[in-house]
């Protein structure tokens, strides 16, 4: 049998008109890890010195992933079609990640649906999230909330979809399956499953002083 004229598993996945990435890895890994650190940057220069190191980095986070899941997520939700054949450097990105899982190269369902719902709904959400807290906002932790669950419940089918078909459509190579697989998206599952707790206690907290009984004026 002819070799598929890919770098993806399984291999023997068909990609009609495939075009493969003209810049290496490193160089789509580089280009994401310096625009997330950009705003991570940006985030933490904005979130004000007065808000602790941890209040800070959780706002800057959400600037993180507006942007994650507006232009990364957002382009293959609009473009997963022609993502094979597709050049430039959001194409290469998603190349180089299907490395880690082939479904981004062939419209896989579940992941369509996932990365819409990501981009056009968290993406916002995420950067509404940062600007809640920037002005303080009394509704920023059910934002905090709202968006840190969904992240966390895709997060948790995409990983639990992969592995009822016994993770076939990742490289074995470590960079590829414990790095890019495990590693990336295990970001999105420690953080929010943080953010939740941390808004549930703020939320609560809330709640209590709500509710406790009020002294009258006398």
């Given at each position: ?20 990435s ?12 310096a625009?997330?650190?950009g ?29 994650v ?5 957002g382009?293959?939700?609009l473009?997963h079609?022609?993502?094979p054949?597709?050049?430039?450097l ?21 992941t ?6 990501t ?10 999230t ?10 920023r ?6 968006v ?10 995409y990983?639990a979809?992969e592995?009822?078909v016994?993770w ?10 414990w ?28 709640q ?11």
């Amino acid at each position: 049998m002819e070799t598929p004229a890919h770098p993806y598993w399984p291999r023997s996945l068909s990609l009609p008109g495939y075009v493969s990435s003209a810049r290496p890895g490193w160089q789509c890994a580089g280009a994401v890890a310096a625009a997330g650190a950009g705003l991570l940057a940006l985030g933490w220069a904005l979130s004000g010195a007065e808000r602790s190191a941890a209040r800070r980095l959780a706002v800057s986070w959400f600037l993180v992933c507006a942007g994650v899941h507006g232009v990364l997520e957002g382009y293959f939700s609009l473009r997963h079609r022609e993502l094979p054949a597709d050049t430039g450097l959001l194409a290469d990105v998603w190349k180089e990640y299907a490395k880690a899982d082939s479904r981004y190269m062939t419209s896989d369902d579940f992941t369509v649906a996932m990365e819409t719902v990501t981009a056009w709904a968290w993406g916002p959400l995420s950067f509404l999230t940062f600007l809640a807290f920037l002005c303080r906002h009394p509704a920023r932790f059910v934002l905090q909330l709202i968006v840190s669950l969904g992240q966390l419940y895709g997060d948790i089918l995409y990983f639990a979809t992969e592995a009822r078909v016994g993770w076939t459509h990742s490289d074995p190579h470590p960079l590829y399956f414990w790095v890019y697989f495990v590693g990336l998206n295990g970001i999105w599952v420690l953080v929010p499953t943080a953010l939740i707790v941390d808004a549930c206690k703020h939320l609560s907290a809330a709640q209590r002083a709500h509710d406790s009984p009020r002294k009258k004026a006398h």
